[in-house]
């Protein structure tokens, strides 16, 4: 059976790495807080001195990190992953990274001698917890064929999409949609309650409709309440806002819509939500 490596243990690695101990894989994790070690290994995971140690260990190792910094420091910082990787282990970031990030990591892995797959995830808390994430993967094909046992344990469809750049890519048009579409929402409700309309009666509504979907079906009832227990951080929100519109302008593509929500997500930052979860954004909408 494959050993594993997991990096970063944050809300979504956390959770994607207590699946793979549970589903009975070996699997050696490491975390910049090492206090969040301490979880997995009364699960049953091992834990990784650095992520060098890691890759080095590991036919395959997993990382979950808040953004491109934070995988550029993993992976080239002291103790990162280039310095372990090699004799075709394989590195698959799941992180949420632009295209460019995502292809500078590949190339110094393949340079060690190491293999490379980008599959940023769609999906917050709480499918991590359920393991039906959705991977948007690109890079090595044969990496992903042999990552599909893991993959499937946390996640309830695996996409192959080609060439590295594509995975984050592809994230960046979801994560754009989904701003684009929270912002509406906020939108909605707010007009919906100062016209004097019942918020629970505008949610059921709308999932009677065509506009139905899991997201308005969670995020509602927040809204109602006015409280935004952390599933996706808001400051990641932005961060993605922000990386899909660097990729339009790269391919002189107008985003005129993207760059509003974003506007009105870095409005929220600056309210001081950036740590709450992303509909907290109802906060400078209403």
């Not at 929220?268 to 939500?273: I, K, R, S």
Request: charged letters at 20%; aromatic letters at 6%; glycine letters at 14%.
């Amino acid at each position: 059976m494959a050993k594993y490596g997991f990096l970063g243990l944050g809300i979504m690695g956390g959770a994607m790495a207590a699946n793979l101990v549970r589903a009975g894989f070996e699997v050696t994790v490491w975390n910049r807080n090492p206090e969040r070690c301490a979880p997995l290994v009364a699960l049953g995971a091992r834990q990784g001195k650095s992520p060098a140690a890691v890759a080095a260990a590991c036919d395959i190792t997993f990382a979950m990190l808040s953004d491109p910094a934070a995988s550029i420091e993993v992976c080239f910082g002291s103790g990162g992953v280039v310095e372990g990787i090699g004799g075709g282990r394989g590195y698959v970031d799941v992180s949420t990274v632009d295209d460019h990030t995502a292809r500078r990591i590949a190339a110094a892995v393949a340079e060690r001698g190491g293999r490379f797959l980008e599959a940023p995830v769609s999906g917050t808390k709480k499918p991590a917890e359920d393991g039906t994430l959705i991977f948007l993967a690109g890079g090595d094909e044969d990496l992903f064929e042999e990552a599909l046992p893991a993959l499937e344990v946390m996640g309830k469809k695996s996409h192959y999409l080609g060439a590295v750049g594509q995975g984050a890519r592809m994230k960046l048009v979801v994560n754009m949609i989904m701003g684009g579409m929270m912002t509406a929402f906020c939108e909605g409700m707010a007009l919906g309650r100062k016209a004097g309309l019942d918020g629970q009666q505008i949610l059921e509504v709308l999932d009677e409709g065509a506009m139905a979907n899991p997201m308005f079906r969670g995020k509602g009832p927040m809204l109602l309440q006015e409280g935004y227990p952390v599933s996706f951080p808001l400051k990641y929100m932005q961060k993605d806002l922000r990386l899909a519109l660097l990729l339009g302008d790269e391919l002189k593509q107008p985003l005129p819509g993207g760059a509003i929500a974003n506007e009105t997500f870095k409005r929220a930052c600056a309210a001081g939500l950036a740590d709450d979860d992303f509909a907290a954004v109802f906060d400078v909408v209403k």
